[in-house]
């Protein structure tokens, strides 16, 4: 509207000097074209002003969207991911809100600077400056509550890790206690037999005379080794059989199979083998 008063003011004291002569026509005309320079410049400070001011609410705007892709990476900041999602959107965050407190401050400056002095741009200004100080305060409160979050993690992982090795060094411990525990039963259940004729017997120095195991100059790697909590029979494949270690006679039975060939059949393995881990049989 002050526009259009200026510029109709303008004609008509351009129809008043035309009634005066071409000299007043010419003076009034210079006029009127200052009139148009004043109301073009303060039109490009209003457009420059507007176009800042948009500025500032574009940016307000994307600084919301990348404070919303933080809210929602949060939700999930064990993921590495996530994590890089919140670092790189608060960079953003930080390097938009500079810009948009410089562009206010510019805001003011160029309000100054004009000679558009106007009461609702000044309020319009002002209400920019309370949005970005707002989307501040929520960002600096945001930034807390991730690092303290993040502190957590860190204290978490390393209870975790603290805790990971722990469990690796029991689990070792575990181990070595269980292979100690396990090479104790093998030993603590093991039992060895032989069965051959005189004549083998003698020959890997199990029988000497008529004495079984005399000493400790015999092959032992002639005897097999067996688990005495599994073994109950022991095969002889022969037609005769005679146990000539001791072992108390309630404890087994020495019979034939269906074939006719001895077999020792264990009754009680713990009274069995209670004199002697050995077993030695002969046979014809």
Avoid at 35 to 63: C, F, H, P, S, Y
């Amino acid at each position: 509207m002050k526009k259009i008063t200026i510029i109709a003011s303008g004609f008509a004291m351009l129809l008043a000097a035309c009634q005066n002569g071409n000299d007043g026509s010419s003076r009034m005309q210079q006029q009127l074209d200052s009139l148009q320079a004043i109301v073009d410049n303060k039109d490009g400070e209003l457009n420059d002003l507007i176009a800042t001011m948009t500025e500032v609410q574009n940016g307000i705007r994307r600084i919301a969207e990348a404070e919303g892709r933080v809210t929602v990476a949060d939700g999930n900041m064990e993921s590495a991911s996530s994590r890089a999602i919140i670092r790189d959107n608060l960079e953003y965050i930080r390097d938009a809100m500079q810009q948009n407190r410089e562009l206010v401050a510019q805001l003011r400056e160029k309000l100054n600077a004009s000679r558009f002095k106007e009461n609702k741009m000044k309020g319009l200004i002002d209400g920019l400056q309370a949005q970005v100080e707002s989307q501040n305060q929520r960002i600096q409160e945001l930034e807390a509550s991730l690092a303290e979050k993040d502190a957590t993690i860190v204290a978490q992982t390393g209870r975790i890790d603290s805790l990971s090795r722990d469990v690796a060094a029991l689990t070792e411990t575990n181990q070595e206690q269980s292979g100690t525990v396990a090479r104790q039963e093998k030993q603590l259940n093991s039992a060895w037999f032989v069965y051959g004729t005189k004549a083998e017997l003698k020959e890997q120095g199990i029988l000497k005379g008529s004495e079984v195991l005399k000493d400790s100059e015999y092959n032992k790697d002639y005897f097999t080794e067996i688990d005495i909590r599994h073994v109950k029979e022991i095969k002889t494949y022969s037609r005769s059989a005679t146990l000539l270690t001791t072992h108390p006679s309630d404890s087994y039975i020495l019979a034939k199979d269906a074939n006719g060939l001895y077999e020792l059949r264990i009754a009680n393995p713990t009274r069995f083998w209670s004199v002697s881990r050995y077993l030695v049989m002969l046979v014809k």
